[in-house]
């Protein structure tokens, strides 16, 4: 299939950058785009990712990318393995999109989202020569270079051999007679708890159930269709802005009230309830182990063919 060019706003190439560093080590890659690229629009889209947290990284990072214009070059910088074995790579995609950051998996759910087509290891060495301080900080010293590359028209495969990169795919729910398994994806600032459960798996009609998280007791879990109707300082669940099932507290934090975190367990049990969902053909069928592939995945609109 053929890629598109590279497409940019007003003559002007653009560059995401998002991170777990906080905004002084942002502020340094932003500051190597700004030397190389000075007519890029640059956006920033969050450094306050939880630190070290490669698949709710990339969860997030999916999230926040994936409507970009096609053609757009993203950085992610979550990598604890900085300075070790992890490679540095780029990774084209079939809309022409191009991601930029360690290989260590932070990328691969952007990639399966926008068409993942070839990936290659960055070569310091095919990168212009500059005083890298210490081995710490690929961020500024080789993901903001090789991006800066890029938008200026170069091919990524010039940074270096072609490579396959590490596939870290978000986990699936399961989906059977009268439960909902699996786990938190992603706690935000309020505290609400992001499911992997998409919304859609909910019965229609039903308006209560209970919720295990990790190995704990059962308790009630009523169904909301917004906060407010929730009510404040109550527990339940309610489908969120991703597409999936999430638990929240109205107005608190239902990670702190239930002490949950990132990839925590849980089960949502539904009494009495027929749980259905639909297929990728459109059909409606009963969920369980021969449901969809991938049930994290919400639905997009399609891109317009590669031209």
């Known amino acids: 299939m053929a890629r598109r060019t590279r497409v940019v706003r007003g003559g002007r190439p653009i560059v995401t950058l998002t991170s777990d560093t906080g905004s002084v080590y942002a502020a340094q890659m932003r500051a190597v785009l700004a030397q190389s690229l000075h007519a890029a629009e640059i956006f920033d889209l969050a450094h306050d990712l939880p630190a070290h947290g490669i698949r709710e ?48 998996g932070v990328l691969w759910p952007l990639a399966e989202r926008l068409g993942y087509h070839c990936a290659y290891r960055i070569d310091a060495r095919r990168l212009p020569p500059r005083r890298r301080v210490g081995r710490t900080f690929d961020g500024r010293d080789l993901f903001a270079p090789a991006a800066a590359r890029i938008a200026r028209g170069n091919p990524p495969s010039e940074l270096g051999p072609r490579v396959r990169p590490r596939r870290v795919r978000l986990p699936p729910a399961r989906i059977r007679e009268g439960a909902l398994t699996g786990e938190v ?73 239930l002490e949950a975190r990132s990839a925590d367990r849980i089960e949502v049990r539904v009494s009495g309830a027929h749980l259905r969902v639909r297929g990728a053909s459109g059909r409606r069928r009963t969920s369980d182990s021969s449901g969809p592939r991938d049930p994290v995945r919400p639905r997009v609109a399609r891109r317009p063919p590669a031209t």
């Open 57 to 104: 990284a990339g969860f997030l990072l999916r999230a926040m990318a994936e409507r970009f214009p096609a053609g757009s070059i993203h950085i992610a910088v979550i990598d604890p393995g900085v300075g070790g074995a992890r490679a540095p790579i780029v990774i084209e995609c079939r809309d022409g999109s191009v991601l930029v950051g360690p290989d260590n």
């Open 185 to 257: 994806l992603h706690v935000d600032r309020f505290g609400n708890l992001v499911t992997n459960i998409p919304s859609k798996a909910w019965p229609a009609g039903a308006r209560s159930s209970q919720l295990r998280l990790r190995a704990g007791p059962l308790r009630p879990l009523p169904f909301a269709k917004s906060y407010e109707a929730l009510g404040i300082g109550r527990l339940g669940i309610l489908p969120s802005s991703f597409g999936l099932l999430e638990i929240a507290v109205g107005q608190g934090s239902a990670a702190r009230h």
